[in-house]
């Protein structure tokens, strides 16, 4: 298979989130639709709606501001990459060029928890993106590493994954009026 230079899509960004959802790159079906989490077998989007009441099968643009209402910023640690088709162990590293994920933390200091989509994202945010943030701002964060929602970690059923993401991200309440 053809290795492509992959480019990223901008954040899924509200007012004042609180957790920040990272993934790895996008796979080609996310970038064929131009969504986020677009592979019809992946379980990000069930995912959050068990998690927040977000319908899954409502248009692309209703779930975003629902994320977005809820205070979850998604994102990707990396802008871009060569990597041949949509597994994260084919990305080339030595290509890579990660978001400025640590000036997003520093413009968003509601943010307290980053949820890694999968160990790839992890270890990418752990070679690109920690050394970008400030020791005070990193003692502030929560990090957790939850199962991937790729269809390709099928090593987990759907139902053990969203037991995961449920105990770890659990009710993230709407950003109200009172907690502005």
């Not at 099968?57 to 209402?69: E, H, N």
């Not at 590493?145 to 009710?171: D, N």
């Amino acid at each position: 298979m053809h290795a492509a230079r992959v480019s990223a899509f901008p954040p899924i960004l509200g007012a004042r989130p609180r957790v920040l959802i990272l993934g790895s790159l996008p796979g080609v079906a996310s970038l064929r639709a131009g969504e986020y989490y677009a592979h019809p077998r992946n379980q990000f989007w069930p995912i959050m709606r068990a998690l927040f009441d977000i319908p899954a099968a409502a248009p692309y643009g209703r779930r975003v501001a629902a994320l977005c209402a809820a205070g979850v910023c998604v994102w990707d640690v990396l802008a871009e990459a060569t990597r041949p088709g949509s597994g994260d162990a084919d990305i080339v590293c030595a290509t890579a060029r990660a978001h400025d994920i640590g000036g997003l933390l520093r413009r968003q200091r509601s943010i307290g928890l980053i949820a890694f989509n999968g160990g790839t994202a992890r270890r990418l945010y752990a070679r690109f993106v920690a050394p970008t943030i400030s020791p005070d701002r990193r003692a502030a964060l929560r990090l957790v590493t939850l199962p991937s929602t790729s269809p390709a970690h099928a090593s987990l059923p759907p139902a053990e994954k969203l037991r995961r993401w449920r105990a770890a991200l659990g009710p993230v309440s709407p950003v109200t009026a009172s907690s502005r």
